[in-house]
């Protein structure tokens, strides 16, 4: 079975770009997270989609959304980069995101902003 | 609100040594849920455990093990005769009552073994 994809796995751009990030769950799963992790902060919670809804949403500023098709794969959008949003994006996907299903996580997408 | 407190920032140890990484935790719902991952320098997270709020019952499972307290919300972690493929951070995980994943995690613990 294969596991979480994310797509790019390294991006650089400029402040004020915007950058769009993917994810595709494994094979099954409808619950895809979103987290950014830095060092400073460790992993912390953007987002969660099931079946095309966002169902919850960390502490971020509206500049971050994103997205989730039909066939559960997602997409997060982040606009007007800041060089304070350089971290390592991570999607995570679960069976039904529940509050007791284990999480698997993709590699991670490195977003250095200059 | 839901927190997770990893105060172990960094951890050094020889190899075959036991180590212990604490985790403690707040939150005011009394159905949540807890989890370990291992982040090892690969970079991706690897769920470990997970245990409920009603299951105080501590779990082995070879050289890990996991030991959880409700009385002092705490849930920790020992690598017994730790070995040098441990080396990586790991995280202690809360997700809370309410249906949807909205987990809490904490800074992590980096662990190194040194051969």
Known sequence: KAGVTQTPRY???????????????????????????????????????????????GNFPGRFSGRQFSNSRSEMNVSTLELGDSALYLCASSLAGESFNEQFFGPGTRLTVL | AQKVTQAQTEISVVEKEDVTLDC????????????WYKQPPSGELVFLIRRNSFDEQNEI??????????S???????????????????????SGSGGYQKVTFGIGTKLQVIP
Not at chain 1, 40 to 52: D, K, M
């Open chain 1, 11 to 57: 991006l650089i751009k400029t402040r004020g770009q915007q950058v769009t990030l993917s994810c595709s769950p494994i094979s099954g799963h409808r619950s895809v997270s979103w987290y950014q992790q830095t060092p400073g902060q460790g992993l912390q919670f953007l987002f969660e989609y099931f079946s095309e809804t966002q169902r919850n949403k």
């Open chain 2, 24 to 35: 403690v935790y707040e939150t005011r719902d009394t159905t949540y849920y807890l989890f």
């Open chain 2, 61 to 70: 499972s070879g050289r890990y093990s996991w030991n959880f307290q409700k």
């Open chain 2, 72 to 94: 002092t919300s705490s849930f920790n972690f020992t690598i017994t005769a730790s070995q040098v493929v441990d080396s990586a951070v790991y995280f202690c995980a809360l």
